[in-house]
């Protein structure tokens, strides 16, 4: 297991709020991996969530752009497996720019789960709940990005 660079422990905020998970339903089972890491960590916070499937992972920043005024942050969860082609580059590449672009130009606070990987068995290992559980990394991120927002910016959705 590849826990290099890992901190030892997650602190988790008491959130008020609502958040949304969007969930790229691509490598479905290794997103419902995410997806139930992340579900653990906000329900641990006492924060509200919803979900919401979009087809890939570069869907993800276009649907958070719709709803961004309607939640206090977003998990954004996903998985890429590299392939044959160049379209791995591509959804890397503008998902990641485009999850960036809302958080800076929107104070949009933003969890980032995108896996981006070379072969299913690393997904999954990243994946798991067990194993690196990076579902509830991008959740207590997101969580953490809420907390700053309120702090430096009094807390408004946009």
């Known amino acids: 297991m590849a826990t290099k660079g890992r ?11 609502k958040v949304l998970i ?3 339903r691509f490598h479905e089972p290794i997103t419902e991996m995410m997806v139930k890491g992340a579900i653990a960590v906000l329900e641990q916070s ?3 969530y919803e979900r919401l499937s979009v087809p890939g992972s570069f ?3 276009g649907a958070i752009k719709f709803a961004m005024n309607m939640y206090d ?3 954004a969860l996903g998985c890429v497996i590299r ?3 160049s379209h791995f580059e591509y959804v890397c590449a503008e998902s990641a720019r485009g999850l960036m672009a809302l958080s800076m130009d929107h104070n949009i ?7 981006t990987c070379e072969t299913e068995p690393q997904a999954i ?3 798991d709940p067990k194993q690196l559980d990076k579902g509830g990394d991008a959740a207590a991120a997101c969580l953490r990005m809420i907390e700053l927002k309120s702090r430096f910016l009094g807390g408004s959705r946009a």
């Open 125 to 127: 290992e990243r994946a």
């Open 109 to 115: 606070a933003i969890g980032y789960g995108i896996l």
């Open 73 to 75: 942050g977003f998990v």
């Open 59 to 61: 869907e993800i920043p």
């Open 46 to 48: 006492g924060v509200k």
């Open 22 to 24: 969007l969930e790229a």
């Open 7 to 17: 901190p030892t422990t997650r602190t988790i905020p008491k959130i008020k709020g």
């Open 83 to 85: 392939g044959a082609t």
